[in-house]
């Protein structure tokens, strides 16, 4: 079975200050994951996928296989960022997506 | 481009009604899947369609149930509707690649949702 842990529901920060959202990840094989974001009155978007390795909005997120942690961090939290933030995670040759509870971040101005 | 398209936004059933919602998938994306968010949590998986055919399902009671269109279109069907039914139900649509599953490396786009209202 799998399993997706996001300890945190609220987080807070001060703009500009360093921000991590962590993201705990329980799978026997070589999962793909994904840190997924949904602002006020939006609809759910992809924020930036493991495989992909590359920084969106200035987030960034290392899979740590040994830690099976997927955190996604930020160096200087905005404003714009404050959303809900969900990790998700896919099987090996899978076709669907297995999503923690979700972190509600909010950026002090 | 418009995006992942559901219908209705928002409705309200009385228990032991049934529920048909729509979605209408990126043109071009040949796969649809439906999730529950139920407040505060994350969404889980129902069902996934490609090409007509059911390739997945999460862990639902028979009530639930699906189909695809030649269109790709899609509709989720809830029967003996619940309270515990209430949440919010999205649509997600992937671009297939050549080849069968996996879908793996193609991005899940979703819809806004239906917010279904059991009383």
């Known amino acids: 079975a799998q399993r997706v842990t996001q300890p945190e529901k609220l987080l807070s920060v001060f703009k500009g200050a360093p921000v991590e959202l962590k993201c705990n990840y329980s799978y026997s094989g070589s999962p793909e994951l994904f840190w997924y974001v949904q602002y006020s009155r939006q609809r759910l978007q992809l924020l930036l996928r493991?495989?992909s390795r590359e920084s969106i909005k200035g987030f960034t997120a290392d899979l740590n296989k040994g830690e099976t942690s997927f955190h996604l961090k930020k160096p200087f939290a905005q404003e714009e960022d404050s959303a809900m933030y969900y990790c998700a995670l896919m099987r090996a040759g899978a076709n669907n997506l297995f999503f923690g509870t979700g972190t509600r971040l909010t950026v002090i101005p | 481009d418009a995006g992942v398209t559901q219908s209705p936004t928002h409705l309200i059933k009385t228990r032991g009604q049934q529920v048909t919602l729509r979605c209408s998938p990126i043109?071009?994306?040949?796969?649809v899947s439906w999730y529950q968010q139920v407040l505060g949590q994350g969404p889980q998986f129902i069902f996934q369609?490609?090409?007509?055919?059911?390739?997945g399902r999460g862990n639902f009671p028979d009530r639930f149930s699906a189909r695809q269109f030649p269109n790709y279109s899609s509709e989720l069907n809830v029967n003996a509707l619940l309270l515990g039914d209430s949440a919010l139900y999205l649509c997600?649509?992937?671009?297939?690649?050549?080849?069968?599953?996996?879908?793996?490396?193609?991005?899940?786009?979703f819809g806004e949702g239906s917010w279904l209202t059991v009383v």
């Open positions: 493991h495989i």
């Open positions: 369609y490609y090409e007509k055919e059911e390739r």
């Open positions: 997600a649509s992937t671009k297939t690649g050549t080849g069968a599953v996996p879908f793996s490396g193609n991005t899940i786009y």
């Open positions: 043109s071009g994306h040949k796969s």
